[in-house]
């Protein structure tokens, strides 16, 4: 009974955000109680929101020998091999999990996301609705399935997705984030930022609330969203395509300036040096002037208090 009612402690604490308190509180019935498959399960994905990923691919493991028919032990694995971009690894697991639950939407708002991270967009849409349809009134299954409208244009149904979640559930943080690119997406920005700080009020560590604060101070100004459509297009993906791209650039401009002098044109190679200077001095400077302005924003929220 101690168990259950420190793992029931330890969701409720993820729930509000507390990831922390749960790690602590998992910790703690994991000392007394090392072979609970769902805690090792719980922690696993604990650690994938702290970016622990090494750690957090111990606990699934250590879950699935424990639980290796469990639900809850795969889908912690394919959370994991998610966020390690492993994704055939994630399907594997998340089919598994499915084949021994067909019927939870947890399961199918677990596919659709990774398959919009896959990129598989029709896979994505197609999960995301069988979820809404067996939980209609999870926000979890709304406010994916808006994203998702929200990712082939139809803005209309994603506010009104996000609306219908929000309605369940007023501080669903996901769907505030979705009404906020709503909003955006349609030239709002003062409304957007609303959306955005509330997020953020609830959960400061959100990474969608956070991007889309970045996009408005981005829309606010033209050199800073210079610099964050830049950073936001080499940065997406492996780290290998963000180091072939910057190599790939510097090569590019190097045969230009070998080419201009060859030809006997010293001013058009003087001009690509002082403008590759200036580039590299740009994104030297602008990723702090970007965070400054940034940390001025976020003192504007004032954290809620979770007891």
């Known amino acids: 009974m101690e168990s259950l009612r420190l793992f029931n402690h330890a969701q409720d604490q993820l729930a509000r955000s507390q990831v922390e308190a749960a790690i602590e509180t998992l910790a703690t019935l994991l000392g ?27 606990e699934a493991e250590r879950s699935l020998e424990l639980d290796p028919e469990g639900v809850f032990p795969h889908v912690a694995a394919a ?35 990774l398959y919009s991270y896959w990129g598989k967009a029709a896979a994505a849409a197609e999960h995301a609705a069988r979820a809404v349809a067996l939980a209609p009134a999870n926000p979890d299954a709304l406010a994916l399935s808006g994203e998702i409208a929200l990712g082939r244009g139809d803005m209309a149904t994603a506010a009104r997705l996000a609306s219908e979640a929000l309605e369940l559930d007023p501080e669903h943080v996901d769907s505030l984030v979705l009404l906020g690119r709503c909003d955006l997406a349609q030239g709002r920005a003062v409304q957007a930022r609303e959306h955005a700080l509330w997020a953020l009020q609830l959960d400061p560590t959100d990474a969608g609330a956070l991007e889309l604060l970045c996009a408005i101070k981005a829309r606010e100004s033209f050199w800073l969203g210079l610099w964050w459509r830049f950073q936001s297009f080499v940065s997406s993906g492996s780290g290998t395509r963000t180091i072939l791209l910057l190599l790939g650039m510097f090569m590019v ?47 504007q929220v004032q954290l809620r208090r979770n007891f």
């Open 253 to 299: 401009y190097r045969v230009c300036v070998i080419l201009t002098v060859d030809a006997g044109r010293e001013d058009i190679a003087n001009a690509l040096r002082v403008a590759w200077l200036a580039f590299a001095a740009y994104t030297w400077v602008a990723p702090a002037w970007f965070v400054r302005t940034l940390r001025r924003e976020m003192e």
């Open 32 to 58: 007394d109680d090392p072979e609970h498959a769902a805690a090792h399960a719980l922690l696993a994905i604990c650690l994938v929101r702290r970016k622990r990923l090494h750690a957090a691919r111990l």
């Open 79 to 113: 959370m994991v091999a998610s966020s390690d971009r492993r994704f055939p690894a994630a399907e594997q697991h998340l089919h598994a999990a499915r084949a021994i639950d067909p019927e939870s939407a947890d399961i199918e708002i677990q596919l659709a996301r």
